[in-house]
C-alpha cells in the first residue's frame, strides 16, 4: 500500500485546511488508514482514524474541528481541519494500518500544515 499525501499550507489562526492523502495498492488489507502529526520536539501522535467500517477516532485536541473521511473505494482520504490554532503547527502524516496488525506499518510523506497567530 502506497500513500501521499498532499494539501498542506500556512494559514492564520481560525482558518481551514483540507488534507487529501491518495491511497494505492491492495487497500483490501487496510484496517484503517489516519492522520498523524509531529511538531517539532514532540513525538508524532495519531490525530484521527477512520476504519473499514467507517469508524472514526479523534485525538481529544481535534475533536470537533478535524473531520476524517474517506471515499469509498479507499482511493483517497481526507482531513478537513477547521478553528486551526497555532498549537496544530506540524508535519501531517498519512499512514495505512493492515487488517490483523497491531499498528501502522504504511507511511506516506508529511505535508506540513503551519498556522500563524
Known amino acids: 500500500v502506497q500513500l501521499q499525501a498532499s494539501g498542506g499550507g500556512s494559514v492564520q489562526a481560525g482558518g481551514s485546511l483540507r488534507l487529501s492523502c491518495a491511497v494505492s495498492?491492495?487497500?483490501?488489507?487496510?484496517?484503517?488508514t489516519g492522520w498523524f502529526r509531529q511538531a517539532p520536539g514532540k513525538e508524532r501522535e495519531l490525530v484521527a482514524q477512520i476504519t473499514s467500517g467507517g469508524g472514526t477516532r479523534y485525538a481529544d485536541s481535534v475533536k470537533g474541528r478535524f473531520t476524517i473521511s474517506r471515499d469509498n473505494a479507499w482511493n483517497t482520504m481526507y482531513l478537513q481541519m477547521n478553528s486551526l490554532s497555532p498549537e496544530d503547527t506540524a508535519v501531517y502524516y498519512c499512514a495505512g494500518r493492515r487488517m490483523f496488525s497491531s499498528g501502522y506499518m504504511y507511511w506516506g510523506q508529511g505535508t506540513q500544515v503551519t498556522v500563524s497567530s
Open positions: 495498492g491492495r487497500t483490501s488489507n487496510l484496517y484503517a
